[in-house]
């Protein structure tokens, strides 16, 4: 099974860090993928640009709205993403605690929905 695990982190806390802290928690990350990639549980990350790079795009009753910044206002922003296989829930919770931003942010673990096309 497929889940990513999303990473969550408030721009403030990331910011408040020393440049080396900053650059140890990148370098932390970078190993937990490379130890992912080892046991087979690797399948993609990514990091993301700060929510104010971001911009929103909305069609409604056919009108196409385009906003900078991100969907919501949140204190805590999507910040990047792992998608892992995992036995189960279970494991994938397991290999999310591991991640180094969880000590610092959130982790959301969630199942990959795979769709397919349906004949109409």
């Known amino acids: 099974m497929q889940y990513y695990c999303l990473i969550y982190l408030d721009e403030a806390d990331f910011a408040a860090m020393t440049q080396a802290?900053?650059?140890a928690m990148v370098n932390a990350a970078?190993?937990?993928?490379?130890v992912l990639r080892r046991s087979a549980h690797y399948v993609d990350s990514d990091a993301?640009?700060?929510p104010a790079s971001?911009?929103?795009v909305r069609?409604?009753?056919g009108k196409l709205s385009v906003t900078d910044g991100p969907f919501a206002e949140t204190k805590e922003h999507l910040s990047g993403f792992i998608k892992i296989d995992a036995r189960d829930l279970?494991?994938?919770?397991r290999i999310a605690a591991d991640i180094?931003?969880?000590r610092v942010g959130t982790i959301e673990?969630?199942?990959?929905?795979?769709l397919t096309r349906i004949e109409t």
């Open 90 to 93: 279970n494991e994938a919770i």
């Open 54 to 56: 971001a911009t929103s």
């Open 30 to 34: 970078l190993d937990s993928d490379d």
């Open 100 to 102: 180094p931003m969880a």
């Open 109 to 114: 673990v969630r199942p990959v929905e795979h």
């Open 48 to 50: 993301l640009k700060p």
């Open 21 to 23: 802290q900053r650059d």
């Open 59 to 61: 069609v409604r009753n």
